[in-house]
C-alpha cells in the first residue's frame, strides 16, 4: 500500500463516492475505502471523522464562498441583490469539471436518508450564516433571513439544473434565470 503519495484525501473522497455510487452508502466501510484507494485506514481517519465526511468535506470553503460574495455586493445593493451577487460569484466553486463529481455526489445522497438529513443542514447552515453576513451589512431581520433563504433556494434549485443529466448550461447561466423568475414573482402583474 502506498502510504505518503500526495493526494490522498482526493483519493479517499474519489473511492468513497465510487464505492458509495455502487454498493451503497451504508453496506460500504472505511477499510474498504481506504483499500480502494490504496491507503491504510488510519490514513482515512488522518483526513476523515467518519465516512459521511467524505461527502461533506470542503463545507467550509463552500460556504466561505457566498459569504466572501456577500461582503463583495455593491454597499448599494439590496438585500437581494446582495444575496444574488453572492451565489452568482460562489459558483466559481462549481466549475464544469466538478459536475460529473456533483451529479454522482447527489446521486448518493438521494439514495440515503442519513445524507439528505446531513445536505439539508448543510443549507440551512449555508442560509443562516448568509443572513449574518447581511446583518453585519445592516440588513434587518427579517429581511436578512427573507433574501438568505431565497438565495440558498435559488442555488439549489439551479444546482439540480446544473447536475441534470445532458446538463450543458452553466450555473451562473441557471442561477441568473431563476433570480430573474424570483424578481417577476413579486412585480406587478399587467392588467
Do not use: H, N
Not at 448599494?76 to 452568482?88: G, W
Not at 439539508?120 to 436578512?144: F, N, Q
Not at 452553466?170 to 406587478?188: K, M, N, Q, Y
Amino acid at each position: 500500500m502506498v502510504r505518503w503519495e500526495p493526494g490522498a484525501r482526493e483519493r479517499l473522497q474519489e473511492a468513497a463516492l465510487d464505492l458509495y455510487a455502487t454498493k451503497g452508502f451504508e453496506e460500504t466501510t472505511v477499510v474498504e475505502i481506504a483499500q480502494a484507494a490504496g491507503l491504510t485506514e488510519r490514513t482515512f481517519f488522518r483526513y476523515f471523522a467518519d465516512k459521511r465526511e467524505v461527502i461533506f468535506a470542503g463545507q467550509e470553503l463552500f460556504q466561505k464562498a457566498f459569504i466572501d460574495g456577500v461582503a463583495g455586493a455593491p454597499k448599494d445593493a439590496t438585500p437581494l441583490e446582495t444575496v444574488a451577487s453572492a451565489v452568482i460569484s460562489a459558483a466559481d466553486f462549481f466549475g464544469d469539471d466538478r459536475r460529473a463529481y456533483s451529479r454522482q455526489r447527489s446521486t448518493v445522497i438521494s439514495a440515503t436518508p442519513e445524507l439528505q438529513e446531513r445536505e439539508l443542514l448543510k443549507m440551512a447552515a449555508l442560509a443562516t450564516a448568509i443572513a449574518a453576513a447581511l446583518d453585519e451589512r445592516g440588513v434587518t431581520e427579517p429581511a436578512a433571513t427573507l433574501s438568505a433563504e431565497s438565495g440558498v433556494t435559488v442555488f439549489r434549485l439551479a444546482f439540480g439544473q446544473w447536475i441534470a443529466p445532458g446538463s450543458t448550461r452553466s450555473l451562473i447561466d441557471l442561477e441568473r434565470e431563476i433570480f430573474a423568475e424570483l424578481g417577476a414573482l413579486s412585480a406587478p402583474t399587467k392588467s
